[in-house]
């Protein structure tokens, strides 16, 4: 079938050939105008049917973006079919070589779900949010032209290796070439072998962006279609290659040695993910020793308990309850660290723990929908990071306490749902996180309605900019409380509270303009 060509494609196309017409074809052969159309297109990478809607993406001017997006839906494009153009248009434009680029990358599954929460009026609006941002940026960085995914040769691998292996090598020689040959072979099988086969390369280091871009792509594909599985993932392909050219230290490297150990000395190699069930107080203690340990010890930790035969989901669960820990104890950004939009004492953005949150919450997700090698190196790496994050930027985490702290709470007197939604909303909207914190642990104590406190939550991580961050970490903390047990759900939301708390007071880009359009 033929790829449909962009107007702008098409006028180059008919100005080569007036030009030929002009010149003759002689002549114009021996310009190498009549082969530059077909080697053009042979470098080009598209997408079919998606192809106009992707251009649009990348092309249309931001002051025209949003009335062509309201077009779109009025002639029958779904947000969904909106989203999956948005995905292509970044991943061809940037090739997860971009800071903000591969952040708006990541926002887009969490935009697109939270649209599922939302009266039907209202849900273009995270849609909306992202793609403003998305397409914002594509031309900041030069548009078309600097497009950085391009067709690629698979090539031809070992039959006598795991194909993630030989990916990994390729990766750690900083080749991107080869890396990139090599994952176009492996993404000819099935999306969950690509995926599972990439992981090896992932597992290298466990810095936060190496963990969550390949999740949240992953997650997309669930989402839009796991037939653009190859463009999406091999975006973390390139971004494993240029974090070799990064510096390394001793504590870079560990995880290349720390899991390989892991999985032989517990023997997890030649096992399948065990289904004993925890108590609340395993989870709890579990929890506490990852927080507390060294990166070591709290790999171990995991490891153990995986050989022990417990259930995949229960670690994971202890695992993120220690990250949430460090949104919970976090004193915020200290004077050295403020930059604009994240003020002295702010904890949104890239906070240790939004970073160690969106971290867990990948790796979680990851053992789940991975095979069970990848299982286990997932949860053990998991437990990695959140005992290396508690030190990792310095703070006294383990003398610091979690909020809310008793005297926060003394001062709570409501009790009613619409009394602590009011107030909470209050909160917010005077920056005050201790008090948000206080209100949503008093409501969640109360047994009031979940959904409702959610979408006082959800109506800022739509409309606020939430420093690259918002819609990723609503959309943590929503996985998490559906996955953790009653005992400990609210902590999650606690978070959100405080870190909403700490980013109101900078609408999102193109929201104002949106709601206008939209008339809502």
Not at 101 to 130: C, R, S
Not at 459 to 478: I, N, P, W
Request: with cysteine.
């Amino acid at each position: 079938m033929n790829t449909p060509r962009t107007r702008r494609e098409f006028l180059a196309e008919v100005g080569r050939g007036m030009l030929v017409a002009t010149v003759g074809s002689e002549v114009a052969a021996g310009l190498g105008l009549s082969t530059a159309l077909a080697e053009e297109s042979a470098d080009t990478l598209t997408f079919g049917s998606l192809e106009p809607l992707v251009c649009l993406m990348q092309e249309t001017p931001l002051n025209r973006l949003l009335p062509a997006l309201i077009e779109q839906l009025r002639s029958g494009a779904d947000l969904r079919r909106l989203t999956a153009a948005a995905a292509l248009a970044n991943a061809r434009t940037f090739g997860g070589e971009d800071y903000v680029g591969f952040h708006t990358m990541m926002a887009l599954a969490p935009a697109l779900h939270m649209t599922q929460e939302l009266p039907a009026d209202l849900q273009p609006l995270p849609v909306f949010k992202v793609l403003y941002r998305n397409s914002n940026r594509i031309q900041e960085r030069g548009g078309r032209k600097e497009e950085v995914l391009h067709p690629v040769n698979p090539a031809i691998l070992s039959e006598s290796r795991p194909g993630g292996e030989q990916l990994r090598e390729a990766v750690r020689r900083k080749d991107v070439n080869e890396a990139e040959r090599t994952f176009a072979r492996l993404a000819q099988g099935s999306a969950d072998t690509a995926f599972n086969q990439l992981l090896f390369a992932v597992q290298d280091n466990t810095e936060v962006h190496r963990v969550v871009l390949p999740y949240r792509a992953w997650d997309l594909l669930g989402l839009i279609g796991k037939e653009q599985a190859h463009t999406l993932l091999r975006q973390s392909v390139r971004y494993c290659v240029k974090a070799e050219s990064w510096q390394h230290t001793p504590a870079w490297d560990e995880p290349r040695t720390l899991l390989p150990k892991m999985l032989e000395e517990h023997k997890l190699l030649v096992r399948q993910p065990g289904d004993r069930k925890a108590e609340d107080g395993w989870v709890e203690q579990l929890s506490q020793t990852i927080f507390k340990s060294t990166p070591e010890q709290a790999a171990a930790a995991a490891a153990a308990s995986l050989a022990e035969g417990m259930s995949p989901a229960d670690v994971g669960e202890a695992i993120t309850l220690a990250a949430n820990q460090l949104v919970l104890r976090d004193l915020g950004r200290a004077p050295k660290d403020e930059v604009p939009g994240k003020p002295v004492g702010s904890v949104h953005g890239d906070s240790i723990g939004v970073h160690a949150c969106d971290s867990a919450n990948a790796w979680r997700n990851m053992a789940r929908v991975s095979n069970a090698r990848n299982c286990f190196a997932s949860l053990i790496l998991g437990a990695y990071q959140v005992a290396l994050d508690r030190t990792g930027r310095g703070g006294d985490f383990l003398n610091w306490q979690p909020l809310p702290l008793a005297r926060h709470l003394e001062q709570i007197k409501a009790t009613d749902a619409d009394g602590l939604l009011r107030e909470t909303d209050e909160a917010i909207r005077g920056n005050l996180q201790a008090k948000a914190s206080a209100l949503v642990q008093r409501y969640g104590e109360s047994g009031h309605s979940p959904r409702l406190m959610f979408d006082l939550l959800l109506r800022y991580a739509v409309s606020e900019d939430g420093a690259l961050h918002a819609e990723k970490f609503y959309r943590t903390v929503s996985e998490e409380f559906a996955a953790t047990r009653p005992a400990f759900r609210w902590r999650h939301v606690v978070a959100l509270a405080r870190v909403t708390a700490s980013e109101f007071g900078r609408p999102a880009a193109g929201m104002a303009e949106a709601r206008t359009l939209l008339k809502v």
